[in-house]
T-cell receptor, first 119, second 110 residues
Framework: DAGVIQSPRHEVTEMGQEVTLRCKPI?????LFWYRQTMMRGLELLIY????????DSGMPEDRFSAKMPNASFSTLKIQPSEPRDSAVYFC?????????????????FGDGTRLSIL | TQLLEQSPQFLSIQEGENLTVYCNSS?????LQWYRQEPGEGPVLLVT?????EVKKLKRLTFQFGDARKDSSLHITAAQPGDTGLYLC??????????FGTGTLLAVQP
């Protein structure tokens, strides 16, 4: 089975440019998560969706960041305009629903990330 | 704000040594997961523990959830170079959201 697919794997661009990161979750997963990972701040949750609807975007750092999930098999994270401090590895993850009465969170399945460098 | 602090941050040991990684919080979690991340890849789930005091073993790895469900530990026996990676704990609650720990970077030298 295909895992979570992210593109591009690497992106290098100049500050001020628009950046779009893409994610295809695992088929049948109800939840999609966007994370950012840096040495200083670790793995931070930016936003997550349930059945294509944004549930919690409290981790989105600024209005320059936006995320969409137009259908169950595709999501984008956009940064406009980009700044050097946005440089990080961005991960997308998906999971099944926790379910009623189930104990423990479902595993989150991560893509291989997009390494973003803003010059 | 829920925080998960891991210690140590970095650990470099020789093959064959034992080690323990700790994950601590002041918050109670309904479950605790451990992930391992290798360079250039995303984290991969190792285990989920859900009951206070629960112990789970995965080959040479032993995971324990604290009695009060606020902390967890990961013990590796006879570490091997293949154990090298970033170990992340993650706390779960009523939602599907996870709070990830600060991470422990382990290097096992042959």
């Amino acid at each position: 089975d295909a895992g979570v697919i992210q593109s591009p794997r690497h992106e290098v661009t100049e500050m001020g440019q628009e950046v779009t990161l893409r994610c295809k979750p695992i088929s049948g997963h109800d939840y999609l998560f966007w994370y950012r990972q840096t040495m200083m701040r670790g793995l931070e949750l930016l936003i997550y969706f349930n059945n294509n609807v944004p549930i919690d975007d409290s981790g989105m750092p600024e209005d320059r960041f936006s995320a969409k999930m137009p259908n169950a098999s595709f999501s984008t994270l956009k940064i406009q305009p980009s700044e050097p401090r946005d440089s990080a590895v961005y991960f997308c993850a998906s999971s099944k629903n926790k379910g009623q009465g189930s104990s423990g969170n479902q595993p989150q399945h991560f893509g291989d990330g997009t390494r973003l460098s803003i010059l | 704000t829920q925080l998960l602090e891991q210690s140590p941050q970095f650990l470099s040991i020789q093959e064959g040594e034992n080690l323990t990684v700790y994950c601590n919080s002041s918050s109670v979690f309904s479950s605790l997961q451990w992930y391992r991340q290798e360079p250039g890849e995303g984290p991969v789930l190792l285990v989920t523990v859900v009951t206070g005091g629960e112990v789970k073993k995965l080959k040479r790895l032993t995971f324990q959830f604290g009695d009060a469900r606020k902390d967890s530990s990961l013990h590796i026996t006879a570490a091997q170079p293949g154990d090298t990676g970033l170990y992340l704990c993650a706390g779960g609650g009523a939602t599907n959201k996870l709070i990830f720990g600060t991470g422990t970077l382990l290097a096992v030298q042959p």
